[in-house]
């Protein structure tokens, strides 16, 4: 701890007594020890903050990477239509008859639909994954316990 030794502590020890005197040493050592306090706090609380930003950072990619991927596959299941439906299949006049459709045939969600159905899912999900664990919960297996 900066080279100092135990003769030096006891030196600096009996100088501060000498110039503080008795009576106002303890109260030094208690200012000294909540400053300590203070510090390794809020050390702590930076520490926290850092790492939440990394998570969230973490989630923004994810989302980011989930929303990419999500029109990659919208702009896919655009694309088959044109290709099944376009100029190629209407050259071709001896093609069978298409089967004829039920009256009411199920509706099928729309792109748009399912894009938001996605959406919300994930954000419930991300929700669920932040949340903090109600107070008097036992902490997950991979989180030490805090103050133990």
Do not use: C, Y
């Amino acid at each position: 701890m900066f080279g100092i030794g135990m003769p030096e502590l006891i030196l600096i020890a009996i100088v501060a007594l000498i110039v503080l005197g008795p009576n106002r040493l303890p109260d030094l050592a208690k200012s000294l020890g909540r400053a300590v306090r203070e510090f390794r706090k809020a050390t702590a609380e930076m520490k926290e903050s850092f790492r939440l930003d990394g998570e969230l950072n973490e989630a923004k990619k994810v989302m980011e990477e989930f929303h990419t991927e999500v029109n990659q596959a919208i702009r896919r299941e655009a694309l088959k239509p044109e290709e099944a439906g376009g100029p190629a299949s209407a050259a071709t006049p001896e093609a069978p008859p298409a089967p004829p459709q039920p009256a009411n045939p199920p509706e099928e969600p729309s792109s748009e639909q399912k894009l938001e159905e996605l959406k919300k899912a994930f954000e419930a999900w991300s929700a669920a994954k932040t949340e903090p664990p109600p107070p008097g919960a036992a902490p997950p297996a991979n989180e030490p316990r805090r103050g133990a």
